[in-house]
């Protein structure tokens, strides 16, 4: 007789990616499941600048229920909340962002701070990456690598991402769009170099207006063939992307990102950095990668030049982002779940 697997699934709310891994488990007759919502947890009166009191209730809270029920396995979905470990059991993960892809935040406003915190937060992860019978859900290769590096087991599965929403105008136009936080780390100032390469073009960047000062920044060095638009809606920016011939994107070491598809959904060509999870999404058959400014450039100057090869790439993009389906997001859940139970549990 199959053992019974008791598991219990972190999460804050049980919609987006939560609702597909609980529903997975929930199909599994092998598994006995527990879903702790820990955004119920919060005591009414505690707000964010208490939040270390809100995360040792959590834990006390995740402790009780692991010593009741005699679990197995916790399934932790909660965002980059890997500080969550309970010793004798196997810990689970779903993670969104390589291992440190990157600096602090803070390191684009002062460099030798953010350098110095990432030293430290280093090597806490270290101290945290250690530990015995992990397991990895990860967004991307280029996310799971990072952990493989410390012997961490694994699965790539790729966000759900609804294609359907997104369309190809008939009438493409020479506009190239880039889609991101208006906050430092993003790089948009790459993309401006890149945008006064190819004047012949129009630029426009979308993103939320997260650094007020960063942004009255972009709109004093940005050439005239840049539009910035804050905060806009989600119509208009699938509007803009369907008339987009290419979407560009300067950003390095993200962990799968989303935008990129969106573009892909909408027809525009990728034109990314060489960098994380656009090493695995944007193949020669859809795309172009390039290393520096001037590179890519050349890229959306020659296709330009060269309109078939264009609509060939974009045709490619647009059924290469099927693969990213929630259908297919469900299939790697299972394959990952049946990875984790043979190392762990046979």
Same mark, same amino acid.
């Given at each position: 007789m199959a053992r019974t697997l008791k598991t219990i699934v972190l999460t804050q709310g049980t919609k987006g990616w939560s609702s597909y891994f609980i529903k997975v488990l929930q199909r599994k007759r092998d598994v006995e499941l527990r879903v702790l919502d820990l955004s119920r947890t919060y005591l009414p009166f505690f707000n964010s600048f208490l939040t270390p009191f809100n995360r040792l209730y959590e834990e006390q809270y995740i402790k009780s229920n692991v010593k009741k029920y005699d679990v197995d396995l916790i399934l932790n979905i909660l965002y980059e909340r890997l500080g969550i470990y309970i010793? $004798?059991?196997?810990? %689970?993960? &779903?993670?969104?962002? @390589? &291992?440190? $892809?990157? =600096?602090?935040p803070i390191a684009y406003y002062r460099p030798y701070i953010g350098k110095a915190i990432n030293i430290l937060l280093k090597g806490h992860d270290y101290r945290l990456l250690s530990r #015995?019978?992990?397991f990895v859900f990860c967004n991307s290769l280029a996310t799971c690598a990072s952990?493989?590096?410390?012997? !961490? @087991?694994? +699965?790539?599965? &790729?966000?759900p991402f609804n294609y359907s929403r997104f369309y190809s105008d008939s009438n493409k136009l020479d506009i190239a769009v880039s889609i991101g936080v208006f906050s430092r780390f993003k790089m948009h100032e790459t993309t401006l170099e890149i945008a006064r390469l190819v004047r012949?073009?129009?630029? !426009? !960047?979308?993103?939320h207006l997260n650094d007020p000062k960063y942004f009255a920044y972009l709109r004093r060095i940005k050439p005239p063939n840049v539009i910035l638009i804050p905060n806009a809606p989600e119509e208009l920016k699938i509007r803009l992307l369907?008339? %987009? #011939?290419?979407?560009?994107?300067?950003?390095? %070491? +993200? $962990? =799968?990102g989303v935008a990129n598809l969106e573009g892909m959904a909408s027809g525009a060509v990728p034109i990314v950095v060489d960098s994380g999870a656009f090493r695995e999404v944007v193949t020669p058959d859809v795309g172009f990668r390039w290393k520096t400014p001037e590179e890519a450039a050349e890229y959306i100057e020659f296709l330009l030049r060269h309109p078939n090869i264009w609509q060939e790439l974009s045709n490619n993009a647009r059924r290469k982002v099927r693969f990213f389906s929630p259908e297919m997001f469900k299939k790697r859940i299972e394959k990952g779940l049946t990875r984790l139970s043979n190392i762990y549990f046979t």
């Open positions: 010793d $004798g059991l196997v810990n %689970a993960y &779903y993670v969104h962002v @390589p &291992y440190r $892809g990157g =600096l602090h #015995k019978n992990m952990y493989y590096r410390f012997n !961490i @087991p694994g +699965e790539v599965v &790729y966000y012949n073009v129009k630029f !426009i !960047i979308i993103g369907s008339k %987009a #011939k290419f979407y560009v994107h300067s950003r390095r %070491a +993200e $962990g =799968l």
